[in-house]
């Protein structure tokens, strides 16, 4: 039988009484549910408690915590409840911490979410800030002719890799280099154009910067991320200008990558927390004076590209989360639809091959092999795909080396 006297006394060792002691036992719940920031030797302080801060911590044999805590709440229920079996306090005091673990939960998840929401919306006033404030659109004048053609261009252009500096016995790549290749592929796409009279222009862009997931791309990058980003959006923004007097139309989508993202731990970042996102908001400024360029949104899925040219279901994903085995299956069940052609990067080489009638093409990267490919015993040219579509699919798939 619990003795409310003998309690009593055993507070007065630490300078307590049973008022006190129980705004104590309030905040050290608190501070377990993480309902506040007081750590052990401010509770001590803030109640004068005549003990080691640790003494609270390890609770077990004190009033803090343990049995003579048990024992003392079994006998606040009972006075308060008017229950006198002890077994009925057993299940009431049960019943009462079932309570409170998932009055915890709840809280810890809530929290959770706010302290998400609040990284998001910083993440958005950063794009507002660098896009609405920083970005003038292109003022360049253009000068094509609509015509009619019975092919359409799907152009790759993924793992960029932004930022990156590479000398190694396999490749060279800097920002200089970079700002070559993307005029080359331009080149060739433009030479292709020609040669196919193509009308329209898809333009599918993954993965812009070289990021900080790996220790050597940190060491290897001799930009931060936001010069990286404003760099190559700068690259793109001219190549598309360039692009706009031999197409009726451009469509641009994006399918981020995971060298984008702003956090080193996957684990860490959250969804949409990847520079990639940002490219379409730069793009939609840079490019708002150019009626015949379209900056396209991921409606459906953020990290999907979908969308149709002459009849054909066109999906893209960066290919970090896919494979060319199980893409198709994926997407179909996915979303119900079964497309015709999917185009994945991440694996750093051209290929392609048909999976249940699918083409899946897989293109290269415009870095080629850098320190952190190499020390894994991978090297790769640098390279990228253009494909050629029809109203019956892929006509012919254009295997572009950048180097």
């Known amino acids: ?77 009972g006075l308060n409840k008017n229950i006198s079996n002890d077994s009925e306090l057993d299940v009431k005091i049960q019943e009462m911490r079932r309570e409170k673990i998932k009055l915890s939960d709840a809280r810890v998840e809530y929290n959770r979410l706010i302290r998400q929401e609040a990284r998001k919306e910083s993440y958005a006033d950063m794009v507002k800030r660098i896009i609405c404030e920083n970005v003038e659109p292109m003022n360049i004048p253009v000068h094509y002719t609509l015509f009619n053609s019975s092919t359409d261009l799907l152009v790759h252009l993924t793992d960029i890799h932004t930022g990156i500096e590479i000398h190694n016995w396999k490749n060279d790549f800097d920002s200089d280099i970079l700002k070559q290749r993307i005029e080359k592929f331009t080149s060739d796409i433009l030479d292709i154009r020609g040669m196919h009279q193509s009308e329209n222009c898809y333009l599918v862009v993954g993965e812009i910067l070289s990021g900080i997931i790996h220790n050597n791309l940190r060491l290897q990058n001799n930009m931060d991320l936001m010069e990286q980003f404003k760099y ?39 969804d949409g927390e990847n520079m990639d996102v940002l490219l379409p908001f730069y793009l939609k400024a840079r490019m708002q004076n150019f009626e015949n360029i379209t900056i396209c949104d991921n409606n459906i899925e953020p990290e999907i590209a979908m969308f149709n040219i002459r009849g054909n279901n066109i999906f893209a994903a960066h290919g970090h989360k896919d494979s060319s085995s199980n893409v198709v299956q994926n997407f179909t069940l996915m979303f119900g639809i079964k497309p015709q052609i999917v185009l994945l990067g991440h694996r750093h080489t051209n290929s392609m091959e048909t999976v249940y009638d699918t083409k899946v093409i897989q293109s290269g990267c415009v870095s080629g092999s850098d320190n952190y490919a190499t020390s894994i015993r991978k090297t790769n040219r640098p390279e990228q795909t253009v494909s050629v579509i029809g109203d019956g699919g892929l006509i012919c798939l254009y295997d572009i080396q950048l180097d």
Do not use: Q
């Open 1 to 77: 039988m619990f003795n409310i006297e003998k309690f009593k006394e055993e507070l007065s060792k630490y300078g307590l009484t049973l008022e006190t002691y129980d705004k104590i036992i309030t905040d050290i719940d608190s501070k377990i549910d993480g309902e506040n920031d007081y750590d052990w030797s401010e509770i001590k302080d803030k109640y004068g408690i005549n003990c080691n801060s640790d003494t609270i911590r390890k609770s077990s044999s004190t009033p803090f915590g343990g049995k003579m805590r048990s024992e003392y709440e079994k006998y606040r229920i």
């Open 232 to 270: 190559v959006s700068e690259l793109i923004s001219a190549m598309l200008s360039r692009m706009a007097n031999h197409f009726n139309h451009i469509y641009v989508y994006t399918t981020p990558g995971n060298h984008s993202r702003i956090s080193t731990k996957k684990e860490d970042a959250l």
